[in-house]
């Protein structure tokens, strides 16, 4: 008896180790072989997991185009909250590097805000996984915990289409999320095509 309670919690502490390591962020997998021409285009966000702070809250569109030196650029665009009840439509501009050009999934994004009071940096920028086609994951980590984990991140679940994903395509997102440690951590996105309330 007492040879199957210590396997028994042997096999839980197992587990838990697993799965912690599977959650240190190092160990996320990108989109192989990422091609920025196949992904640029227009793309619509459908559900989101939040840093943070401030961030884009609805109707969230972003068209990438990559210029003759390959390198990306992208314009987005959606609703935001300012201090609390000011609902405002904020555009945003961002250029992408490849710190390692054998890993072209993993990018760094520089980001500015159009406007003053919008918020400008850089993020990592990976794309976990897209079809070009139809569907994308993006992921970043802003800060790391001491085990590797992501201690404040953000991903977007990106669509070429406003109006959803099959549910065949929906099972693989399912399937990222959990990869990524974000499973139940995302909200949806409203696309309404209301973008003007307030223009900024």
Known sequence: MDFQIFALVMLFL??????????????????????????????YALQKKDPEGLFLQDNI?????????????????????????????????????VPDPGNPGKMFM???????????????????DTDYDNYAITYACRTLKEDGSCEDGYALVFSRNPRGLPPAIQRVVRQKQEEICMAGQFQPVLQSGMYSVFHI
């Open 110 to 128: 520089n980001y500015q805000g159009l406007a003053s009071y919008l918020s400008s940096g850089g993020d990592n920028y990976w794309v976990i």
């Open 14 to 43: 197992a587990c838990v180790e697993q799965s912690l390591a599977s959650c240190v962020v190092d160990s996320f997998t990108v989109k192989e072989d990422f091609d920025p021409k196949r992904y640029a285009g227009k793309w």
């Open 61 to 97: 569109s972003a068209e990438y185009t990559v210029g003759d030196d390959g390198a990306m650029v992208a314009s987005s665009r959606g609703r935001v909250t300012l201090f609390g009840f000011w609902v405002v439509c904020a555009d945003m501009a961002a250029q992408y590097s």
